[in-house]
């Protein structure tokens, strides 16, 4: 399946996804939505967050960005974090070599989407990804 695939089945094509984008742990972008981006330096941010050893809850209190919108972190661990805006939200996790993130639209809830993004994290770890 192509890193395309996943997103378009596997995140987007559960109902639960509107947007998706899957990078890999230099921030290279491996496949998206067709029209979801996220800034290089917004995405440092994200990719920060599973390895800034010296202050690992930064983007808790300092929330992110995604396409200049801000979000206010929920929960953020060593592989995952949520974070939201009002009712929509994003869902991002850490494989071994990648990261995905996931948007959510207002009418799904955040451990809906969460389940969708966390299922495809557990599958491509499986695999050596």
């Given amino acids: 399946m192509s890193w395309q695939a996943y997103v378009d089945q596997s995140l987007v094509g559960t109902g639960n996804i509107d947007k998706a984008v899957i990078v890999g742990l230099d921030g290279t972008v491996w496949a998206s939505t067709e029209g979801f981006s996220i800034p290089p330096a917004e995405l440092k941010v994200i990719l920060d967050s599973f390895d800034d050893k010296s202050d690992p809850k930064k983007v808790i209190v300092e929330g992110l960005k995604v396409n200049g919108e801000k ?25 071994n070599q990648a990261v995905l993130i996931g948007h959510h639209p207002e009418d799904i809830q955040t451990n809906v989407a969460n389940s969708s993004v966390a299922e495809l994290q557990e599958y491509l770890k499986k695999v050596g990804y």
């Fill in 71 to 95: 979000y206010m972190t929920i929960s953020a661990d060593e592989d995952s974090l949520k974070a939201k805006k009002g009712k929509e939200g994003l869902v991002v996790a850490k494989t």
